[in-house]
């Protein structure tokens, strides 16, 4: 295998020791219990077999943890930052972006450029630049961490607020870039669909503008949940670079150190999640959308 | 000359409208038109593409979205001027229950993802607040079986509907309260011959059953007219170029662009249908920009000098017939003869 992960944990453990069939015997122990001295096709069965039994193995840059362990202590921090910040974003941009269709002249001037450039921002870029102003010069939040590193976790307050104060960056880091995408999208759904022949027909018969701005925002607002969902699929993997940046103790750091330690156990395993959470998302949509959008219906009952 | 009048239910005087563009340039696409309907009497609208007919049936409403804009003129409604309203009023006292109107493309005029009953209560509650929804039901039930629709419709989404289907829907909706004049834009152009018929049924039932009391048609299609409206007027370029009876501009027609419409589409009546069929030259004049004289002027086969110098009124002739031409009734009359043979 190629930068032998195996080697690399019977180098670390075997440090010390001079003894070269000592050094050996550990190597072949950790071959064994890693299992890469049996054809690859054989390991990948055994794999399968034993990811069915939810057994994912032990992680090698983390050993002796099993990656199961690593996993759940970070998926957590995870589903904490991204779920909310997603959510956040999404509500934000949707209604920035109808105002902007609705009253248009100004304000319309004013978001549509700031939302095309929160959009194309890249992630490190936005996550850079608010660590810079607020971490770095005006000091308002810790640079980097889940929480205070002089902490051990625990359910008191102060740890509490810690978590709190560190959240804030990485959280409006993502919220902003989530703003800027959704805000175009649902601003060019909006003024496409007020200009809809049934917007003039329910003016010509005296339908209040509050209704017919009701059936406006419902209307425009069925693409952008496709969005909603792509982002929940994928935010594990999507927003992996501001966890990254913020040293968040979350999935996407996890799965940094895994590839830089080599460690493949815990790369398939997070692999697999992203994978899981991508169907998941997608599944749950296709079944939404039978129950928010009558056209779905009457297509399928055809 | 037009039907004997009875009591007036619709009556416009002189109305201008334009269509301001984003450059600021002005276009009159409705320019000093005026008609009246009367009590249980119908006026059908006839004209060529982009001669103004749905902009005069969007400006006869009384309430005006950007680009279009009100200019001059007015509208009387059953004796009571909506022009100079306050736009808030005419949408809830005027719209919907004294004036109504059929959209072009009803393919597209419902809500997609809104049961029809639902929009059906939401125009009822704008006019009418606080009406139990039990009785919207009641009565948008008993209007739908009335003109012939099954009562499960209302349950239905649009897109569960035919296109004629959806076409009649919408012009059930547009009556639901029983408004006293229905401006009716092309509600059958879109539709195939056997749908049209039936379209064209449900409106002239509206009049029979006395749910609308006046109905303004519009269509390029000028001999369908001849079997729905008592009167017709045709347009040109945002004008009206001649008013009169049916029988009158079906088999009588006096303004050479009449003629020329009513020769250029193939009739079925009886006297017509072997009338050789012609296209009229040329394109009508650009609004922005138009002619100074006559604007039928550059198609018009009898067109001479003093056409093109001074803008042409609309006038009524001795014998009683209204048409925008500087060439007198008699002459006109032996042109027409004199090509005959």
């Known amino acids: 295998m190629p930068g032998d992960p195996v080697a690399a944990i019977a180098a670390r453990m075997a440090q010390g020791m001079s003894n070269a069939t000592g050094v050996q015997a550990v190597y072949e122990q950790y071959t064994e219990l890693f299992g890469t001295d049996k054809p690859i096709p054989e390991q990948f069965v055994i794999y399968l077999r034993n990811v069915l039994r939810g057994d994912f193995g032990y992680s090698i840059s983390q050993y002796p943890r099993t990656v199961g362990d690593v996993i759940s202590s970070s998926i957590g921090w995870t589903l904490m930052l991204q779920l909310p910040a997603i959510l956040v974003g999404w509500i934000l941009g949707n209604l920035l972006g109808a105002l902007a269709a609705y009253i248009r002249k100004g304000f319309d001037r004013v978001l549509m450029p700031a939302s095309l450039f929160l959009s194309n921002l890249p992630a490190f870029g936005m996550a850079v630049i608010l660590l810079v102003i607020f971490a770095v010069n005006l000091k308002w939040f810790p640079t980097s961490g889940g929480y205070d590193y002089a902490m051990v976790p625990s359910a008191s307050w102060e740890f509490m607020w810690s978590v709190i104060v560190h959240y804030q960056l990485p959280f409006w880091s993502i919220v902003l870039i989530t703003i800027g995408g959704q805000a175009i999208g649902m601003r060019s759904m909006a003024i496409y669909e007020l200009n809809a022949d049934y917007v003039k027909y329910a003016r010509f018969l005296g339908v209040k503008d509050s209704k017919i701005i009701r059936y406006v925002f419902r209307n425009a607002m069925l693409p952008q949940i496709t969005g909603l969902a792509l982002s929940i699929g994928t935010m594990v993997s999507g927003a992996l670079v501001a966890e990254i940046i913020f040293s968040y103790p979350g999935l996407g750091n996890t799965i940094l150190t895994a590839v830089r330690g080599g460690d493949y156990p815990l790369i398939s395993a997070t692999t697999l999640i992203i994978t899981w959470m991508v169907l998941l998302a997608f599944f749950s949509l296709e079944i939404l959308y039978g129950l928010i959008d009558p056209r779905i219906k009457a297509a399928q009952s055809e | ?341």
């Open chain 2, 1 to 341: 000359m037009t039907t004997p009048m009875t009591r007036a239910m619709l009556e416009v005087n002189e109305l201008t409208t334009r269509y301001i563009t984003r450059f600021r340039e002005s276009i009159y696409a409705v320019d000093h038109v005026s008609l009246s309907v009367g009590d249980g009497k119908s006026l059908g609208i006839a004209g060529e593409s982009g001669c103004g007919k749905s902009t005069l049936a969007l400006s006869l409403i009384g309430y005006y979205f950007p680009p279009l804009h009100y200019t001059s003129g007015e509208i009387i409604i059953d004796g009571r001027t909506i022009t100079g309203m306050d736009p808030d009023e005419v949408r809830k006292t005027i719209l919907g229950r004294e004036i109504s109107y059929i959209p072009q493309a009803a393919m597209n005029a419902l809500n997609p993802t809104q049961r029809i009953i639902h929009f059906i209560e939401d125009v009822v509650l704008a006019h009418h607040p606080g009406t139990p929804k039990k009785e919207i039901y009641e009565r948008a039930r008993e209007r739908f079986e009335l003109l012939g629709l099954p009562a499960s419709v209302l349950q239905k989404y649009p897109v569960e509907l035919s296109g004629g289907m959806k076409q009649r829907t919408v012009i059930a909706t547009s009556v639901i309260l029983s408004p006293k004049v229905l401006i009716a834009d092309e509600p059958s152009s879109a539709l195939d011959v056997t749908s049209q018929k039936m379209v064209i049924k449900m409106i002239l039932d509206l009049m029979d059953k006395g749910i609308i009391k006046s109905l303004v048609f519009i269509t390029h299609e000028l001999p369908l007219l001849y079997n729905v409206t008592d009167d017709i007027m045709v347009m040109y370029a945002g004008q009206v170029v001649e008013i009169g009876s049916a029988d009158e501009i079906v088999f009588d027609s006096v303004h050479p662009y009449t003629r020329a419409l009513m020769g250029s589409i193939i009739v079925p009546e009886k006297g017509l249908r072997d009338v050789k069929l012609t296209a009229i030259p040329g394109t009508p004049p650009n609004l922005k920009n138009p002619p100074s004289g006559c604007r039928f002027a550059d198609r018009c086969k009898y067109v001479r000098p003093e056409c093109r110098v001074a803008p042409v009124d609309l006038h009524e002739t001795a014998s009683g017939r209204v048409y925008r031409c500087i060439i007198p009734e008699q002459e006109l009359r032996t042109l027409y003869e004199h090509e005959k043979r």
